[in-house]
């Protein structure tokens, strides 16, 4: 998704001669877009559909509050230079927000739904690299797996190193190394 971005960029770059200067004013006044803004639009459109992809194929952490994010951007109008500046400023947020992810962990309780019930347990995300949950009475833990994108329970030793990273995570122990169960290393794309 960084390509977009990274064509964005380049496109974007200010025009020095005074011809390109001149036409400008009146796409920044809230005219229509002109010509030269519509591959701006599609660039936008598809960076905002790679990040749609991203979050599809990440663990489902704070899934409502990203999804809402998302839809808020996509909903941006892009008629006008100006909505269209607008709207790019909003994807960048988003992209922002999606990168701090990665480099955070953070402990948060929320309902799991499964097929049978609903119940309140405690998510314990470590970066985009890992989703886990714990039940509040700690007898139970699970790890998301990607590729069958479901849950995996895990064996009651594993509780405990979950039990402690939710402490840490929540700031209640000093940060340490976690030794947490992971899956094998996933091919990047």
């Keep these: 998704f960084w390509v977009c971005f990274q064509a964005f960029a380049v496109a974007a770059k200010p025009q020095t001669d005074n011809a390109s200067t001149e036409s400008k004013p009146s796409a ?4 229509s877009l002109s010509s030269t803004d519509k591959p701006y639009k599609q660039l936008i459109d598809a960076a905002l559909s790679a990040l749609q992809q991203r979050l599809e194929q990440d663990p489902p952490f704070l899934w409502s ?10 909903q941006l109008p892009a008629d006008t230079a100006q909505a ?10 988003a992209y922002r927000i999606e990168l701090d ?7 948060y309780r929320e309902l799991l739904s499964s097929d049978a019930d609903s119940r309140l347990v405690e998510f314990l995300r470590i970066g985009r690299l890992s989703l886990y949950y714990q039940t509040l009475n700690g007898r139970e833990s699970a790890i998301w797996d990607r590729h069958s994108r479901q849950w995996l329970r895990l064996s009651n030793e594993d509780n ?8 840490i995570a929540k700031k209640l122990e000093p ?11 996933e091919q990047v794309k």
């Design 28 to 31: 920044m006044a809230g005219d």
């Design 65 to 74: 509050e990203r999804q809402s994010r998302l839809q808020r951007v996509s």
């Design 84 to 93: 269209l500046t607008e709207k790019y400023r909003r994807l960048l947020e």
């Design 101 to 107: 992810y990665a480099n955070s962990i953070e402990a």
């Design 160 to 167: 405990e190193k979950i039990t402690q990273g939710l402490r």
């Design 175 to 185: 940060p340490q190394l976690m030794v947490l169960p992971l899956f094998g290393a």
